[in-house]
Structures are given as C-alpha cells and as structure tokens.
C-alpha cells in the first residue's frame, strides 16, 4: 500500500505539473483522469474502497462531462504559446513542489499528526498547484478543472480527517455542479464567438 | 397527520423550483406558483404555532423539527422560523417582478431552490455542512448570473473561484474549531482556526480585499437577479456565521476580534462608499454599494456586545425593500433605455420622472437618508461606533457620505437636458403597473423609516443562538 500511495502521490505531482504548463483541453482532461484516479489510492488510505470509489466515479463523470462539451465546442486549432509562457508556468510549478515538500512535514506534525504524510502531501499538492494554475490562466476551461482539482486535493485531506455519507453525497454534487458550470460556461463562450462569426 | 418542517420549508420549494424549471417558458405559470409558494410558506412560517401544531378544522398536523438524511439531520425549530419567513418572503417579492423583460427564465425557479437551499443550510447537523448547501447554491446561482449568450465574464469566475475556496476553508476550519476547544487560549492553534475560518467567511461575503467580483458581476448581470442574490446569499451567511460565535466560547472572547471586524467593516464602508460616488455606471455602482452594506452589517456583528446582533438582523428588511427597489427600477430602465452608462441617462427623469424618482429613492433607502427605512438601524450603529471613542466611526460617516454623494450625481445626469432629444417638458411615459410598485415601496419605505420597531420581530431569530442572547 505504501508504494501505491507513493505513486499514486508522484501521478498526482506530474498530471497537476502537466496541466499547470500546457494548455491543450485533450491533454488536460486525461490528467485529470488520472488524477483523480492517484486521488482515489490516497482516499483509500483513510476510507473503505466502496465508499472512496464514489470519488472517482464523480471526478471521472465530472471530467467526461467537460470534456465532451470541449469536443463539441472548442475549436481544433490549438493555442500557440511561447517559450518563454511554458517555462514561466514550468518554473513556477517546480517552486509549489519545492513549497509543499518543506511545507507539509510541518503542516502534518502540528496540524494533523493523525494523517500519513504522503495524503497531507498529495492533497497540498493538488491545492497548490490548482491555485497557481487559477492564478495564471482566465479561461473557463482551465479555471473549472484547476477548481475540481482544488477540491480534489482538500477531499484527500478532508477524507482522513471526517467519514460522512452525507458529505460524501454533498461534495459528489458539488463536484458535478462545478462541472456542469463549467459546461455552461464552454457553451456559452462557444455560443458568442458563433454568433460573431455569422455576423456579417 | 405528521410533516415535519424540512420537508416543508426545504423539499417543498425544491420540487415546486422542479416543476417551475420543467415548464420555464410559461412564464405567467412560473410567477404564479413561485410567488404563491415563497410567500405562503412566509405566511406559514410567521404564523408557525409554538407548539407545533396547526388545526385546520377537522384536520390535525403535528410538524416534528428534523428529517434524517444518510445518518445526519435537518433541524428547522420553532426558533428560526422568523428569518425562513423573512427570506421566503422577499424571494417572493423578488419572482412577483420576475416578469420584467430581460430576467433570467430560470430565475424563478433557481431563486425558489437557492432560498431552500440556504433554509437546509440554517438547520443543518452538523452546522458545518450548511457551507455544502451555501455552496451549492452558489452554483445555482452562476446560470442566472452569466447572461445567456454571452462569453462568460472575468467577474463570474472570479465569484465562483472566491466562493469555492471559501467550502474548504470552512469545512477545515470547522474541523480544528472542534479540537482547539480544549486548548488554552493562548494556543497557536486558536488563532491559526481563527484565520482560516475568517478567510472562509472572507472569501464568501466579499470582504475587502477579496471584493473585486462585486462590481463586475453587478455590471454584467441583470439587475433583478444581483439585487435578490446579493443580497439573500450574504445575509444567510451572515446569520449562519452566528453559529460559530454560540458554539466557540473563545471565539466570542477572542483577543482583537471585536476591533478587527469593526476595523474591516469601516473600511468596507468607506471605500465602498467613495468607489460608488465616483462610478459612472449605474450596475457597477450598485456593485460597490453592496459592498458598503457588507461593510454596516460586520460593522454591527463587531458591535455584538453592545446589542449589535439585533442591529444586524433590524438592518435586513429595509435593506432587502432598498434592493428589490434598485432592482425593479434598474430593471425597468435598462429596458427603456438600454445602456447604464450616465451618458446614457442623462435627461431619462424628463421622461420617465416616476422610474427615475424610484431608483434614487432606492439609492437614498440604501444610503440611510432620514425617514427612510434603514436610517434608524444605521444612525444606531454609527452613533455606537463614534461612542467608542474610535476614529473609526468618522471614516464609516465619510463612507455613508460617498453614498449620497452619487446619488447626487445621478439626480444631476437624470434631470440634465439630453442634447440629442426636443422633448423639453415633463412627461410620465411609465405604465401604470410599472410605477405602482414604486408608489408602494416608498410607502412601505417610509412607514418602515418612521416605525423601525415593526421589523423587531425578526430579532426573535437570535434565540437560536442561546449564548448570544
């Protein structure tokens, strides 16, 4: 279990690095597949498989959801962006991992001594990563899976912290309600750019 | 027969917000039964008898407080009734003049569920889980608050963005308040809990400096939908925060925390007030004035030991009235006229004196002009703050100041002659059953201004709170 945990917390690393550096929606989507599919290993470590499962059958369905919405919306042509832009949001990512590894011994030990440090450690990385990967892109697209990844990582914690049915349940809609917001979000900016372009 | 109240005031409006949403192009059908169901569950909830039974002739109902769900519980007593009355109510005044061109279509609907939605948040068990309800209303709100064909604007991200960081925080914070308990109140730890829970209730209300999605989202919105949702989500949260002040003996004696609420809330209403006298759009105005009225209403919850709580409560209803004013008026000149910008309205009063006459009313009632409803409330709290003896209460009256400042320039833009027009007369072009709403909310306005003990009632909320009696 502790290898499992081990790379499921190195998948977790590379998928939220792969999604903070590129901007391509099929990319971003199948890592955060696997994300949450890493996130599942971890919540396994604190609850039985049968109710961590709920985790990842909701993540994955929140992903599908965006993702197809993408395919139906978004344009084929993908974005070009410099160098310059990838290594910044390379770089920038390499400092969170740095911050969350001399961050998180401390946080368990005075905080949540309960907790294996590899979960305290994932779910950081997660929370990290997502929020520096808000603060660097405005798209709707990348701002609801930064968010779902965000949550992910705060239910990897939270997991180990409170066992609930009912919160279980909760965080699963809220999880689908941000990724029917994002769905709504994807249309509606496919649905102006649309009507510009029949403009005459 | 036995109901119980969740089921009454939760999963009732839910499946009633279901229907409404099913058959949303039939909009008479949808004003009607929203209208109907917010304001007679109001009614309900007013007239609630203490003992919890209600004789309807032959037929008996006994109402029990809690409905189970997945091994938890929602708990709606007798207590807390005045404020579900009070929040039903004005979703009810809100989807009457839901009619107005340009509303959202599922503004019925979402408006029923979200105040549903926040009552489950109010009697939920453990209380930590209202911030799961609070946040999923929040994401029932986003459809209304981005228009319909339109790209999705920075501000609705943002609003999403702060709201959802705002669940974890609360959540955490939730967690170590229960084990810091037992600590001693020196402990690290204390204030640690303290910060988190303040981000978390910082990132929700739009406290400065996490406030930057109010204006925008004020300015892209309908009016009708801004004026009910910012003011219905923040007020529950409001009372919901209490919660933590009852059950959290140290946070009540916190060192600073008073000083740092009062500290914030002035700030808020100062700047606030001087960003709203010098806007030139009528929407984002409106953005930085609810974040003035955030500022009044933590100015009070900081003056809890001198009966500030009971400010607070007593600010809600002239507040809501002020709002759903602003929202009617604003609604009906966004149709007339389309752009919000000044230029845009200048010389509007010469033809629509009444709409005019109407929002800067609405904008006085806000601002605490005397005679109006939220002036006593806000006189109270500013006199406390300046009886402190802090500098504070000075910043707060400047900021009340800004307020009356744009409304000034506004009466200036609305009255000054529009070059492009010849109308140079007054003339009514409103409909009659566009003014008379008007006409009757600055009646209710002024009655309420000069008989501010007729909102007491909703004081009576309070007692839920045991140890903030």
């Known amino acids: ?200 | 027969m036995t109901l119980s109240t969740p089921i009454l005031w939760v999963v009732f409006p839910l499946i009633i917000a279901a229907v409404v949403l099913i058959f949303h192009n039939r909009m008479i059908f949808g004003i009607v039964v929203t209208s109907t169901a917010a304001l007679g569950l109001a009614l309900l909830a007013t007239f609630f008898p203490e003992d919890q039974t209600l004789v309807l002739g032959s037929l008996v109902v006994t109402f029990e407080e809690s409905l189970a769900i997945l091994g938890r519980s929602i708990t709606l007593t007798y207590n807390i009734m005045p404020f579900i009355s009070f929040i039903f109510a004005i979703t009810g005044l809100w989807t009457l003049i839901s009619g107005i061109p340009g509303t959202p279509k599922f503004f019925r609907p979402i408006s029923l569920a979200i105040t549903a939605l926040l009552t489950a948040a109010l009697g939920v068990e453990p209380f930590l889980y209202a911030a799961l309800f609070i946040h999923i209303a929040v994401l029932a709100s986003l459809p209304m608050l981005s228009p319909e064909g339109k790209k999705p604007h920075p501000g609705i991200l943002r609003y999403l963005i702060l709201q959802t960081l705002a669940l974890p925080l609360i959540l955490l914070a939730g967690w170590l308040l229960s084990g810091v308990e037992a600590l001693p109140s020196d402990s690290p730890l204390v204030v640690q809990s303290a910060i988190i829970l303040g981000l978390g209730f910082g990132f929700w209300l739009g406290v400065f400096p996490f406030h930057s999605w109010l204006p925008m989202v004020s300015q892209h919105a309908h009016p009708t939908v801004v004026s009910h949702l910012m003011f219905l989500i923040p007020s529950t949260i409001f009372v919901f925060s209490l919660n933590f002040f009852d059950r959290y003996t140290f946070l009540r004696t916190l060192h600073n925390l008073e000083s740092t609420l009062s500290f914030l809330g002035v700030l808020m209403i100062f700047l606030g007030g001087i960003w709203t006298a010098i806007q030139d759009n009528l929407k984002r105005a409106f953005g930085f004035t609810i974040l003035t009225e955030m500022g009044f209403t933590l100015l009070a919850l900081s003056l809890s030991s001198q009966g500030g709580l009971s400010w607070m409560l007593m600010l809600f209803p002239g507040r809501a009235l002020g709002f759903w004013l602003w929202g009617y008026t604003m609604s009906l000149i966004e149709k007339h006229n389309g752009s919000m910008e000044f230029k845009a309205v200048q010389g509007f009063a010469w033809r629509y004196p009444l709409l005019s006459s109407g929002l800067l009313l609405a904008q006085l009632t806000i601002a605490g002009l005397p005679l109006l409803a939220v002036f006593p409330i806000k006189l109270t709290i500013l006199t406390a703050v300046l009886r402190n003896g802090t500098p504070l209460g000075i910043w707060g009256f400047i900021g009340s100041l800004g307020l009356f400042l744009f409304t000034i320039r506004l009466l200036a833009v609305f009255i000054k002659p529009n070059n492009t027009s010849n109308r140079k007369t007054w003339a009514v072009s409103e409909k009659t059953h566009e003014y008379l709403p008007i006409l009757i909310m600055v009646l209710i306005l002024v009655i309420l201004g000069l008989f501010p003990n007729m909102i007491e009632n909703l004081t009576s909320t309070l007692t839920t709170f045991p140890q903030l009696q």
């Open chain 1, 1 to 200: 279990m502790q290898v499992l945990s081990t790379i499921a917390f190195i998948f977790i690393t590379i998928t939220s690095m792969v999604n903070l550096i590129l901007r391509e929606w099929r990319i971003n989507a199948i890592a955060l597949a696997f994300q949450y599919l890493a996130a599942f290993v971890l919540v396994t470590l604190s609850w039985p498989v049968g109710m961590a499962v709920i985790k990842l059958i909701v993540g994955w369905m929140a992903t599908t959801a965006i993702a197809i919405t993408s395919l139906r919306h978004r344009q084929n042509n993908p974005t070009t962006e410099s160098v310059a832009s990838l290594l910044f949001r390379g770089l920038a990512g390499l400092l969170v991992i740095l911050v969350i590894f001399i961050l998180a011994p401390r946080l368990q030990e005075s905080i949540f001594p309960a907790l294996d440090l590899v979960i305290v450690q994932g779910g950081l990385m997660l929370l990290g990563m997502s929020l520096m990967q808000l603060g660097t892109s405005a798209d709707p697209y990348l701002n609801i899976i930064s968010l779902l990844s965000l949550l992910a990582g705060f239910e990897i914690i939270h997991a180990a912290l409170e066992r609930s049915t009912l919160l279980t349940g909760m965080l699963a809609v809220v999880n689908l309600g941000l990724a029917l917001a994002g769905v709504y979000f994807i249309s509606q900016s496919d649905a102006e750019d649309g009507s510009k372009e029949k403009a005459p």
